[in-house]
């Protein structure tokens, strides 16, 4: 058990790792556009950290992000990411029980943060009376998984992992 001041110091330390890949989103990424469409990150730091971390610790790291998410960026539908990403957290995090938490876990996990993400957008269009919406919405989100993950993934991996690495210390670790 990590005492309460290495837990705040974890978190914060993620939260700061978090807020950096934000920024290379807001920065950098939202200028670059491939195959119509620009890398999207966030799904990512919902699901890749969590892969390192128990359960409980996940949702609630998801959740804030969802909710600065939410503030961040214009959607369709209020609160989206503040519901979608506690999700996203919580299966990721049980998902990296089944697999070791590394690159393969990442993108097994990146596959159904995308996945989620599409599906949950595709209902709330469809729910407003939008037709075809399906196809269309699945295949944008298909775009921008094949934008994102290959070359973003392993770096989010990488940087969290470190960061996992360095707060778990003196914890042992299955992963």
């Known amino acids: 058990m990590i005492a ?30 491939i195959w119509g469409v620009i890398p999207f990150l966030y ?7 969590a892969t390192f971390e128990q359960p409980a610790g996940a949702t609630g790291f998801a959740l804030g992000l969802g909710i600065v998410c939410d503030l961040l960026l214009p959607e369709a539908f209020p609160c989206f990411y503040t ?22 876990c990442s993108y ?32 944008l989100t298909l775009r921008e998984f094949v934008v994102t993950v290959p070359l973003l993934a392993p770096l989010v991996t990488v940087l969290f992992r470190a960061l996992a690495l360095r707060t778990h210390a003196d914890e042992p670790r299955n992963w």
């Not at 519901?83 to 029980?97: I, K, M, Q, W």
């Open 4 to 33: 309460d001041n290495a837990v705040i110091f974890k978190w914060s330390i993620y939260s700061l790792a978090a807020a950096l890949c934000v920024a290379l989103q807001g920065m950098f990424l939202h200028r670059i556009y």
């Open 43 to 49: 799904p990512l730091l919902a699901a890749i950290p």
């Open 83 to 104: 519901l979608l990403f506690p999700l996203t957290g919580l299966t990721a995090s049980l998902l990296s029980r089944l697999f070791p938490a590394g690159p393969l």
């Open 108 to 139: 097994v996990v990146s596959i159904m943060a995308f996945l989620f993400h599409g599906v949950f957008h595709c209902f709330i269009l469809w729910s407003r009376g939008s037709d075809f919406i399906w196809k269309i919405g699945m295949y």
